[in-house]
């Protein structure tokens, strides 16, 4: 179970590869692993369900 707050990878990331970290909490946060102080992206939990909806249809 993914701890709300925590930033995380997807399983399906190798280890130390750069990928997109996602972070669960009031607004689900999408950041650049390998550059995680260059900012972050919020947007609402609805959006991202939406936006994975989308993907898992491809």
């Known amino acids: 179970m993914i701890q ?3 930033w995380f ?3 399906y990331s190798p280890d130390k590869a750069d990928c ?3 972070r ?3 607004k689900v ?3 650049d692993s ?3 102080e260059a900012g972050q992206l919020a947007v609402p939990g609805e959006t991202w369900k ?3 909806r989308v993907v898992a249809e491809r």
Do not use: D, F, Q, W
């Open 9 to 11: 990878k997807s399983s």
């Open 50 to 52: 939406a936006l994975l």
């Open 29 to 31: 946060g999408i950041r």
């Open 34 to 36: 390998k550059a995680p």
């Open 24 to 26: 669960l909490s009031e």
């Open 20 to 22: 997109v970290e996602v």
């Open 4 to 6: 709300r707050g925590t």
